[in-house]
Structures are given as C-alpha cells and as structure tokens.
C-alpha cells in the first residue's frame, strides 16, 4: 500500500495499528492558521480539482460535519476491534 511502511513493535500483538485521526488533521490546520499560514493551498502538487487554502478548508462546514462524523465512527470501530484482540 502506497506511503505505509511495517516497523517491527514491541507489543503484545507484536504490531501496531496506525489510524488517520480526523481531530488531528483539523488541529494542524487551526494551528497553521494561527500561526498565519491559513492561506497556504491544501493539495498542492494533486489532480484534485479544488484546491481550498487552509482557511477555506476551516471555513467548510460540510468537511466539519465530516470530520466529527468520521471521528465518531473512527472511535467506534477501535473501540470494537480492541474488545476483539484484548
């Protein structure tokens, strides 16, 4: 799979799970923003037609709504799959 890469850990398990963290990524782009970089292009060097600066981004209630949805459900499925393998 494209941009990932296996690390040997030193778990139970002996491996790591890594999820995308929606909170994170909007925590970034707050920070950016009040560091005074919110006009910085988000996929920059991408196909992607839209290409909203960061402010733009924040500005997107839709991308909110997504985001806290997508955190939600995120919480859910961990929360399932570490009942499983606890």
Do not use: F, Y
């Amino acid at each position: 799979m494209a941009g990932c890469s296996a690390h040997r850990t030193r778990t139970a398990l002996g491996w790591t799970l890594m999820v995308a963290d929606p909170r994170l990524a909007l925590d970034v782009m707050r920070k950016a923003t009040k560091d005074g970089h919110g006009g910085a292009v988000l996929l920059e060097g991408t196909n992607e037609k839209g290409k909203p600066t960061i402010d733009q981004a924040l500005a997107d209630a839709k991308l909110l709504r997504t985001a806290a949805s997508s955190l939600r459900r995120l919480r859910i499925r961990l929360w399932l799959w570490a009942d499983r393998v606890t």
